[in-house]
């Protein structure tokens, strides 16, 4: 399965994403991203935007960060496929070293960072992104990947699959500055700030589109 199957799934996702059309709304701020005009940026998303973001961004070069479990191996070689890098790390098992590589990489590349991954609770932010920006004096920016008509599956964080020919809505907030240190005291606000920005771009697309949330 780890030889062919993130091949396989890369390629089935590339497929169907393709028939989708896409609905970039910030396009500046976008553009900015995938330039890297104003430097590298931590994106923050939320686990179920994890391959509509990777497609979004494919052959970026960018990195984002998997667990240790063969879960993690798989999400990590389906990345690979999308032309960008996984580090290996979570809240768990290595995560300290994981930080550290993420924090050199950050002072060069964009990031994708799941704030609830890898096991949730859903659509709770979890501190790795906050502290990662404090460490590496990176901004983050908030993400929302929203497909108009899918079907979720029942995974914890209710990943959607686009049906064909959907309408995709991406959009991107405002940059947080990263956090003045990396006490609890420091990261907090921001690990909050972030949560709150990232569910609010959530919340207004899927209001203005009645889109099924799961």
């Known amino acids: 399965m780890l030889r062919v199957g993130p091949a396989v799934v890369a390629g089935v996702l590339r497929a169907l ?3 989708c059309r896409w609905e970039f709304r910030e396009a500046v701020r976008h553009e900015a991203v995938r330039s890297g005009t104003d430097g590298p940026v931590i994106l923050a998303f939320w686990h179920e935007s994890m391959a509509l973001s990777a497609y979004c961004y494919r052959n970026l070069g960018f990195y984002t960060l ?3 479990s063969p879960d993690g191996e798989f999400a990590a070689r389906v990345v690979r496929c999308f032309g960008n890098y996984a580090l290996r790390g979570s809240s768990t098992r290595g995560g300290s070293e994981a930080l550290k590589d993420m924090a050199v990489a950050a002072r060069h590349r964009c990031l994708g960072i799941t704030l609830d991954g890898p096991v949730g609770p859903r659509r709770k932010a979890k501190p790795g992104a906050a ?3 404090a460490r590496s004096g990176t901004p983050i920016v908030p993400v929302a ?3 108009v008509r899918a079907k979720r599956l ?3 964080d209710r990943f959607p699959v686009p049906l064909p020919f959907s309408r995709i809505i991406y959009t ?3 940059r947080i500055p990263p956090p003045g240190g990396d006490s609890p005291a420091e990261i907090e606000p921001v690990r909050l ?3 709150q ?3 609010a771009l959530h919340e207004q697309i899927e209001a203005e589109v009645h889109a099924d949330i799961g």
């Open 172 to 174: 991107l907030g405002e």
């Open 66 to 68: 998997t667990s240790y």
């Open 145 to 147: 990947v929203v497909p």
């Open 17 to 19: 994403f393709s028939t």
């Open 131 to 133: 502290i990662l920006s």
């Open 197 to 199: 920005a990232v569910n």
């Open 154 to 156: 029942r995974s914890w």
């Open 193 to 195: 700030r972030v949560e």
